[in-house]
């Protein structure tokens, strides 16, 4: 299972509950990169691009999932996951083309934000 997407499908179908595994890597996301900002001047070198590279794939994920025309949500919501995934990609490489500690407040956020709302939801 070298895929993240496999890696999540996988998670997804065992016991654990979905809204609980997806609020959890986007926390983890989100603390990778508030451990990053915290320690700019000797993380941000051998962690950010790691760190973007997760939190790229997550996002991949999500845009793929909720693209999929028997998807449970409703479009609305479908589309603004889509429409946060494109902002997340975009994103993504205006920071590595200009990384800076306060530029990864908007994936600290969003990735905080919406695993609020999944566990408020899987509660």
């Not at 979905?18 to 890597?25: D, I, L, N, T």
């Not at 025309?69 to 993504?92: C, Y």
């Not at 205006?94 to 990864?104: G, H, I, K, S, Y």
Request: hydrophobic share 45%; glycine share 2%; charged share 25%.
């Amino acid at each position: 299972m070298s895929r993240p997407h496999e890696a999540y499908a996988a998670v997804a179908k065992s016991a654990v509950d979905p809204r609980e595994f997806e609020a959890s890597v986007l926390l983890k996301a989100a603390s990778q990169f508030q451990r990053i900002k915290d320690n700019w001047e000797t993380a941000a070198k051998g962690e950010l691009q790691p760190a973007l590279l997760y939190n790229r794939r997550l996002w991949t994920v999500f845009a793929t999932a909720v693209t999929e025309e028997d998807h449970p949500m409703p479009r609305e919501i479908r589309q603004n996951i889509a429409n946060l995934a494109i902002f997340i990609l975009k994103h993504t490489i205006d920071v590595q083309a200009n990384p800076a500690p306060e530029r990864l407040d908007s994936f600290i956020n969003i990735n905080r934000q919406i695993a609020a709302g999944l566990l408020q939801r899987s509660a």
